[in-house]
């Protein structure tokens, strides 16, 4: 959904839109959110903790079965694509965005479900590249309708595991499961406190603002190396402590027994737990988030090396109107940051101002609101 667009406006748009390029009404619409990440970067493949929301930002599928096993999927923004017969899904055979939706089928097909031919509607006001998570909006929408259309009775673990096999495996993109857990289980009002050992999740009201996306206009994918060389280094310093996970590690244990780069991603995996945890407490006792969300960022851009000089930029500038935190947002490498504590209009004035100096795209801020998680809609 776009600001300012009521649910029904956004079923009845989808809705003719489905039949002017089909003839035929859909099924049923549902709805996938983009997510923010406040705290909690880089932590979910090891075994750590995250705490993100979701957007009013949406990814809306419309779908009808058909009788023919062909998957015919069509774009608002992008070319469209089929596929007859849908036994030819295979990873490797399809590219672009269809993937993403043509993984969910594959993934289900895994798990057991008889495959029966679809056609589909994707719209998307989830920017893509810009770390909001657009391709787990794309997988978990997919999987949700799948899933309600043909009664599997997938409960949200199951969804959660659908649509990360989907990205990972049939895509190729090493990801770890914040995104599509964080789509799934979110909660209007409130941030959604992930501990990715236990797999067990609780709700956070969050109560902080205004909470401001800032879009840098950098793009980046974590199909590409960065992001793997990233997970590896995290899985050599935990083989080198002898540990299955990050998770088990102590900074003391970090600053002693590892050197270097091992130590330094490490201690940005280690720091960061601490830091949703004093986050989380903070929320839940209405006291200050102290420097949790800054150092959190400081500790991306000098110990994960993950930052770039647009997402530092914007921190800057936050940092100078007075933000209560500020730190860049997934994967890094561009994408997006979040602010909170500053009104956008402000923001946006001073990133306007910082960036004409400077040759580039002017980063978008837009004000964002903690939202629910992946629904049907009509
Ligand atoms: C991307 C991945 C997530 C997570 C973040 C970094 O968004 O999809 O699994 O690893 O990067 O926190």
């Given at each position: 959904m776009k600001n300012g667009q009521t649910l029904s406006d956004e079923v009845s748009k989808i809705t003719d839109r489905f039949a002017e390029l089909t003839g035929h009404q859909p099924d049923g619409v549902w709805e996938a959110p983009g997510r923010v990440n406040l705290i909690g970067e880089h932590t979910d493949y090891n075994g750590g903790l995250a705490l993100p929301f979701a957007i009013e930002r949406h990814t809306t599928i419309a779908l009808r079965s058909l009788e023919q096993a062909e998957l015919r999927c069509f774009s608002t923004d992008y070319p469209g694509w089929s596929l007859n017969p849908v036994s030819a899904i295979r990873p490797g055979a399809i590219d672009g965005w269809p993937a993403y939706v043509a993984g969910v089928f594959w993934a289900l097909v895994d798990k057991g479900w008889e495959p029966h031919g679809l056609e589909l509607l994707i719209s998307s006001s989830v920017p893509s590249g810009s770390g909001l998570s657009s391709s787990a909006a794309l997988t978990v929408s997919t999987a949700m309708s799948i899933n309600d259309r043909f009664e599997l009775g997938l409960g949200q673990d199951e969804l959660v595991d659908i649509a990360h096999r989907a990205e990972?495996?049939?895509?190729?993109?090493?990801?770890?499961r914040l995104d599509q857990t964080a789509i799934v289980g979110a909660r209007a009002s409130n941030a959604l406190l992930i501990d990715f050992e236990s797999h067990s999740i609780s709700h956070v009201p969050l109560k902080i603002g205004p909470l401001v996306v800032v879009d840098t206009k950098v793009k980046h994918a974590n199909v590409e190396g960065d992001y793997a060389q990233r997970r590896l280094e995290c899985e050599q310093a935990s083989n080198a402590l002898g540990y299955a996970s990050l998770r088990s590690a102590t900074l003391e244990e970090v600053e002693t027994r590892l050197s270097g780069t091992l130590q330094r991603r490490a201690r940005h995996v280690v720091t960061e737990n601490a830091r949703v945890m004093s986050t989380v407490d903070a929320l839940r006792s209405g006291t200050s988030v102290g420097d949790a969300i800054f150092a959190s960022h400081r500790s991306l851009r000098d110990?994960?090396?993950?930052?770039c000089f647009e997402l530092d930029a914007v921190v800057s500038v936050a940092e100078r109107c007075g933000a209560i935190g500020a730190r860049m947002v997934g994967g890094g490498f561009g994408g997006s940051a979040v602010v909170v504590g500053v009104e956008v209009e402000l923001l946006q004035r001073e990133i306007d101002s910082a960036f004409s100096k400077v040759a580039g795209v002017i980063p978008e801020a837009f004000e964002v609101k903690p939202s629910a998680g992946a629904r049907r809609i009509g």
């Open positions: 990972s495996e049939f895509v190729g993109a090493p990801v770890g110990d994960f090396e993950v930052s």
